[in-house]
């Protein structure tokens, strides 16, 4: 077993492909995404979960990819994130 098999396996995310930027980039999606999820899907909420300001979770959001649509309640999926 070569190095890259065996990191893949302590790390699913790793790949040889990917560089460290894209493996941070989704590590950060999903930290993101599950603080929103804490949160019920409040930006200002999450953001004090994170240690952040909400400025920075929606820079963050829109460098990631994280649209409002991918982060809508699931309880009310017409409601918003605010």
Same mark, same amino acid.
């Given at each position: 077993?070569?190095? #890259?098999?065996?990191?893949? /396996?302590?790390?699913?995310?790793?790949?040889?492909?990917?560089?460290?930027?894209?493996?941070?980039?989704?590590?950060?999606?999903?930290?993101?995404?599950?603080? /929103?999820?804490?949160?019920?899907?409040?930006?200002?909420?999450?953001?004090?979960?994170? #240690?952040?300001?909400?400025?920075? /979770?929606?820079?963050?959001?829109?460098?990631? #990819?994280?649209?409002?649509?991918?982060?809508?309640?699931?309880?009310?999926?017409?409601?918003?994130?605010?």
């Amino acid at each position: 077993m070569h190095e #890259g098999q065996r990191l893949s /396996l302590i790390f699913p995310a790793y790949n040889e492909e990917k560089n460290i930027e894209k493996a941070v980039q989704e590590f950060e999606k999903e930290i993101i995404l599950d603080a /929103l999820k804490r949160t019920d899907y409040v930006q200002t909420r999450a953001a004090v979960l994170l #240690g952040i300001s909400r400025r920075m /979770l929606k820079y963050r959001m829109d460098t990631l #990819g994280i649209s409002r649509t991918d982060v809508q309640s699931p309880d009310n999926t017409s409601e918003m994130v605010q």
